[in-house]
């Protein structure tokens, strides 16, 4: 079959599979490659077992696979037969060197520029997919561009917005996609052509287009502004605590001026995935490197109280349960850094488990799709713990639940029939807010919820 475009993803992540299965859904007139050096994933990909859990990710991947949408290890061959390749390699945070623990760890991201290089002697369109720092196109184009007389490649940057859990949906009704390019007659072209593409389903009007750097800076942006609302709402949640506000309600109220709005001004354990403290790090370590001291401190201050919030449901676990935990058997409700997903990346789990295992908890988790990354997460940690896809039979015994993720399904348990299978007193903290307090209160159970009064039957 002809096809009008061929289009190239390098990256079979999170982000490039699910954007690419949807682009070739809706795209028949497109052939979509997706490549990747992980051969497992690759398979995957090819099975009735996707690499990753996504509603409506196997469905819009059933209609394409075959059809247009291919996956493969053939990365030299997958970049001679592309017009467009797309870069969703992952960019993490630097462990090592200068920038260490802040910069974005570009080795993968070079990689991909170099791999394009040596095997294509045809102009192409590279679209900037993964997230990175602003002015990384300049460096992009300065490899690409390194022998004279090559072919000419277009840097595009094409950031992507969507969230786990709900990507499909995301990707197919974004609120916007934004294309940023150089604004010269070629990079016009290109930045054309990827809006083109977007077309076949985006209403124009959410489609935006920028200037690059612009288009670089934004997805930075918009991850730092979203961790901030959490973190600023986190912090009300500890003053909630002290004065018996009620942080949900708080949230409401300030949410309904329609300056603020409603949304992510959910109190919880913390904000968790592969992003938010990767980008808003990478945003400090830019600022820092030109000079903006403040503005760094300002960003970094919202990685900082998140990660107080964690030691804070610690610790209030600890002081709860008559500051010991030592030997006691604790519950944990997922696992997953949020819910409809099985990604546990920066999830705040890891934390409050490796707290509590360093108090010498018993630990015993549950999830109903995070468990084999779980296992994964915590390998090599010293201490007892026990992985249990059931959650009655996790809670079973247990002196204390610790609700961390919040899936549908944990509002929907026999709370009754739990009380009476645990050990007396009975502790359940809600980390997501997500359970009816005062009848857990009623059943017996001594509540703590994020940003309210405890419920105990003690003084
Ligand atoms: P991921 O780790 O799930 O996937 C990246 C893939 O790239 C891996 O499978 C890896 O094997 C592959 N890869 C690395 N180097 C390669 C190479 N040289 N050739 C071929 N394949 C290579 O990462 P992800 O979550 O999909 O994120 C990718 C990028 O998108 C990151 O920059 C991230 O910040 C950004 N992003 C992620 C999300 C999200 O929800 N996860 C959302 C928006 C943006
Ligand atoms: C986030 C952004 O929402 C996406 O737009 C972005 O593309 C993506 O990062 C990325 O660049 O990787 P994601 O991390 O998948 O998406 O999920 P979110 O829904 O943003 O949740 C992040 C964390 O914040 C979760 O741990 C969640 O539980 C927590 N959260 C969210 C709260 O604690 N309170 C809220 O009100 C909202």
């Known amino acids: ?57 196997d469905e819009v991947v059933a209609r394409a696979r075959g059809r247009n949408l291919f996956f493969s290890g053939e990365i030299a061959e997958g970049i001679r037969k592309a017009d467009i390749v797309f870069v969703s390699v992952n960019t993490p945070t630097k462990t090592f060197g200068r920038g260490a623990g802040r910069a974005a760890d570009l080795q993968y991201w070079e990689k991909t520029a170099r ?67 150089r604004e010269t007659p070629k990079g016009v072209a290109a930045r054309k052509a990827i809006v083109e593409i977007y077309e076949n389903w985006v209403p124009r009007e959410r489609i935006l287009e920028s200037n690059i750097w612009s288009s670089e800076l934004s997805k930075l942006t918009a991850n730092a502004f979203l961790a901030q609302r959490i973190s600023s709402i986190n912090s009300i949640s500890a003053l909630c605590e002290k ?14 001026d329609s300056r603020i709005g409603p949304k992510f001004l959910k109190a919880s354990v913390g904000f968790g995935g592969s992003c938010f403290k990767k980008d808003i790090l990478n945003l400090v370590y830019i600022c820092e490197n030109y000079g903006l001291d403040e503005a760094a401190r300002y960003w970094e201050s919202v990685v900082r109280l998140n990660e107080w919030q964690e030691r804070r449901f610690v610790q209030n676990i600890l002081e709860n349960l008559f500051n010991t935990v030592a030997g006691k058997r604790i519950a ?42 779980a296992r994964m ?43 009476d299978s645990m050990a007396n007193p009975a502790f359940l903290f809600d980390g997501r807010n997500v359970l009816d307090h005062e009848k857990l209160y009623e ?8 940003g309210k009064a405890p419920l105990k039957h003690f003084k």
């Open 377 to 419: 997460d915590l390998a090599g940690l010293e201490g007892n713990v026990t992985f249990e896809t059931d959650p009655y039979r996790a809670a079973d015994g247990a002196h204390a639940i610790a609700l961390l993720t919040e899936w549908d399904e944990y509002r929907e348990l026999d709370y009754e029939c739990i009380y």
């Open 243 to 256: 004065t018996r506000a009620v942080v949900d309600e708080v949230a409401y109220a300030i949410g309904m």
């Open 443 to 450: 059943i017996g159970f001594n509540v703590f919820a994020i």
């Open 332 to 373: 944990l409700f997922g696992f997953a850094f949020k819910a409809n997903t099985g990604d546990t990346r920066e999830s705040p789990a890891i934390e409050i488990a490796r707290g509590l295992l360093e108090e010498r908890a018993d630990l015993v988790i549950t999830d109903p799709k995070a468990l084999q990354n």
């Open 1 to 57: 079959m002809e096809y009008q475009k061929s289009i190239l993803c390098i990256g079979a992540g999170y982000v490039g599979g699910p954007t690419m299965a949807v682009i070739a859904d809706r795209c028949p007139q497109y052939r979509v490659h997706v490549v990747d050096i992980n051969e497992e994933r690759i398979r995957a990909w090819n099975s009735d077992r996707l690499p990753i859990y996504e509603p409506g990710l």
């Open 115 to 181: 791999q394009i290089l040596e095997n294509t002697s045809s102009d192409k369109i590279i679209v900037e997919k993964s997230t990175l720092p602003v002015r990384t196109a300049a460096a992009m184009e300065r490899i690409l561009h390194a022998t004279p007389k090559g072919p000419h490649f277009e840097v595009v940057s094409n950031p992507e917005f969507l969230a786990e859990g709900t990507a499909i949906q995301d990707l197919e009704n974004p609120d916007r996609v934004l294309v940023g390019s």
